[in-house]
């Protein structure tokens, strides 16, 4: 039988959203702040000859700076105030968290601290983001500053000093107004940025295509397929992302003066996908940012010995064996990684212990953590293999449209963001129903008296 908040949830109508006033503000302050983010992407730094970096840019769009400029929405492409986008403050995050792992300070106050311990985890977090943010937009000033062919204006040491307080300004922006979406919007706000700046990117890539087939480069039924597979890659991700391995969890009655308590039973939820879309992501940087280095060193005059570089580099690009055979092994390496990090399950059987929950027929304590650890490990199994699979299908098809860059990644966050915020706003109709179910029951009970 479907409990009441799954009742109420199957009963939501066009005409219960109409009458959520307050979630009608969440979306509009969402929708606003998503449209500031993209008004941003098309203001350049000052200094930039954007005709003379953009011809620059299209030598390497294909490394990793195509995936920085898929991940901000072209902004990387113009040179743009937030072309670091949130990406610094998303790996000071993954930082803290695996430090929050392993630095005893920092995973007493992740255990112990309560609230006040995830407000000063916060705070780290922020202040790694702008030492990051610093020391990337440095790299990028003095590369641009030393580019050549020039497309700075007038470099020089002012130049480095107003980009780097530029992008690192937009930067936190951009993390504060992630912020302001999670309190005062629908909720997911970094998510929710990355995902506007993909999505941003797809018009061009469908009209990209749509030009190669009728340019004749690509033809129809490969048109077609393309997007019988989307439709089918979107649904098969839905369909892992939702899917759960429920363990039972059972807690023993116990009798206080003359009546029972407990006796419950509740399940612990496992996703396949425990990792999530981290694996591809530290994969794609990991993997394209030597390919690039080794593209600008390739374009120079080499050494008799370096003479491997162009070859090497050749290989590490989208569509070839090389680079999906290491993309492949990276992503499931990373998502064992991952998985071990976020979830311990000697925590866990420690946790079930101490508030008398227990798995049937497994004892608490080293087995409950074995049990957990062993199933664990199958449905990691499965998730990387999922993930392997969708990130390598867009490689082929970046082998026959070599301009375009719409990966696994971008399909991962897409589609996982896009399930969250749909989830966000159905548990904000759900509070509103809940709402109006207390308040006629107050008026009744009024009534009765």
Partial sequence: MASAAEQLAANMNFGAFQKATELHKRIWFTLIALIVYRLGTYIPIPGIDTVAFANAFKGQSQGILGMFDMFSGGAVQRMAIFSLNVMPYISASIIVQLLGTVYPPWEKLRKEGGEAGRKQLNQYTRYLTVALAIFQATGIAVGLSNANPPVVVQPGLFFILSTVATLTGG???????????????????????????????????IVQMLSLAQSGNLSGFLVFAIAVMAVVVVGFIVFIE?????????????????????????????????????????????????????????????????????????????????????????????????????????????????????????????RTAEYLDYVLTRLTVIGAAYITVVCLLPELLIAHMPNTYFGGTSILIVVTVTMDTVAQIQSHLLAHQYEGLIKKSKLRGGRGK
């Fill in 242 to 366: 939702r899917s759960q391995r429920r363990l039972l969890i059972q807690y023993p009655k116990r009798q206080m003066g003359n009546r029972m308590f407990g006796g419950e039973t509740s399940f612990l939820p496992l996703k396949l996908n425990t990792a999530g879309v981290i694996p591809p992501i530290f994969a794609s940087s990991l993997l394209l940012l030597p390919a690039t280095a080794m593209n600008f060193l390739a374009k120079g005059n080499l050494p008799s010995w370096a003479q491997w570089v162009p070859g090497v580099v050749g290989q590490l690009q989208h569509g070839q064996p090389v680079f999906m055979l290491l993309y492949a092994g990276m992503i499931i390496f990373f998502s064992f990684f991952y998985t071990s990090i976020v979830f311990n399950p000697d925590d866990t059987a420690e946790n079930l212990r101490k508030y008398g929950g227990f798995l049937p027929g497994i004892r608490p304590g080293k």
């Fill in 171 to 205: 930067t936190m922006f951009l993390m504060w107004l992630g912020e302001q979406i999670t309190a005062r919007g629908v909720g997911n706000g970094v998510s929710l940025i990355i995902f506007a700046g993909i999505v941003a990117r797809l018009p061009q890539a």
